[in-house]
T-cell receptor, first 114, second 113 residues
Framework: GDSVTQMEGPVTLSEEAFLTINCTYTATGYPSLFWYVQYPGEGLQLLLK?????DKGSNKGFEATYRKETTSFHLEKGSVQVSDSAVYFC?????????????FGSGTRLSIRP | EPEVTQTPSHQVTQMGQEVILRCVPISNHLYFYWYRQILGQKVEFLVSFYNNEISEKSEIFDDQFSVERPDGSNFTLKIRSTKLEDSAMYFC???????????FGAGSRLTVL
């Protein structure tokens, strides 16, 4: 079935370090792909998305490219800040005739040291 | 920016009690969803709702769960007889007619004692 696999956390980095959080997916068809972020004590916020192969989603310095050949959607940021500390969820969306369903990865907790 | 609002933010209840979690989706959205996240675990799909009926539900969404949209604005999740394992953060979400981006609420934390 459809699924999302992302790298295990927690990930701890120093401020200004380069970040990569790996995400791969299994899906029939061509889903849209997302990264959601959950800051401490808050809900899920859409960080970025890509709807077709080779699309690059970007927001707040984060980027991810939809790679069909490797079924991946890795999240990257060139220089992380303390305020980026959160849990990051990779997700895909399956469209049905009467609704859609998001399937989330297990989440990766990111902690940034000052 | 339009947002999905959920109440209560936190509810503590005794096992066996009924709980209703409320959500106000974005006003022009047509699709509504409930997800849950047990502490430290994956966010799991519960149910989707469109045109006043359930369009999809997961194995988790058994007979103890129900959803309704009683007044055209609120979207509620009812758990008839709560169990300890129902303790989780419950997220409501909604999407527009394209249904390809979900906007989530801040969540309702349910603690069952």
């Amino acid at each position: 079935g459809d699924s999302v696999t992302q790298m295990e956390g927690p990930v701890t980095l120093s401020e200004e370090a380069f970040l990569t959080i790996n995400c791969t997916y299994t899906a029939t068809g061509y889903p849209s792909l997302f990264w959601y972020v959950q800051y401490p004590g808050e809900g899920l916020q859409l960080l970025l998305k890509a709807t077709k192969a080779d699309d690059k989603g970007s927001n707040k310095g984060f980027e991810a490219t939809y790679r069909k050949e490797t079924t991946s959607f890795h999240l990257e940021k060139g220089s992380v800040q303390v305020s980026d500390s959160a849990v990051y969820f990779c997700a895909l969306i399956i469209m049905y005739s009467s609704a859609s369903k998001i399937i989330f990865g297990s989440g990766t907790r990111l902690s940034i040291r000052p | 920016e339009p947002e999905v609002t959920q109440t209560p933010s936190h509810q503590v209840t005794q096992m066996g009690q009924e709980v209703i979690l409320r959500c106000v989706p974005i006003s022009n959205h047509l699709y509504f969803y409930w997800y849950r996240q047990i502490l430290g675990q994956k966010v799991e799909f519960l149910v989707s709702f469109y045109n006043n009926e359930i369009s999809e539900k997961s194995e988790i969404f058994d007979d103890q769960f129900s959803v309704e949209r009683p007044d055209g604005s609120n979207f509620t999740l009812k758990i008839r007889s709560t169990k300890l394992e129902d303790s989780a953060m419950y997220f409501c979400a909604s999407s527009d007619e394209e249904a390809n981006v979900l906007t989530f609420g801040a969540g309702s934390r349910l603690t069952v004692l």
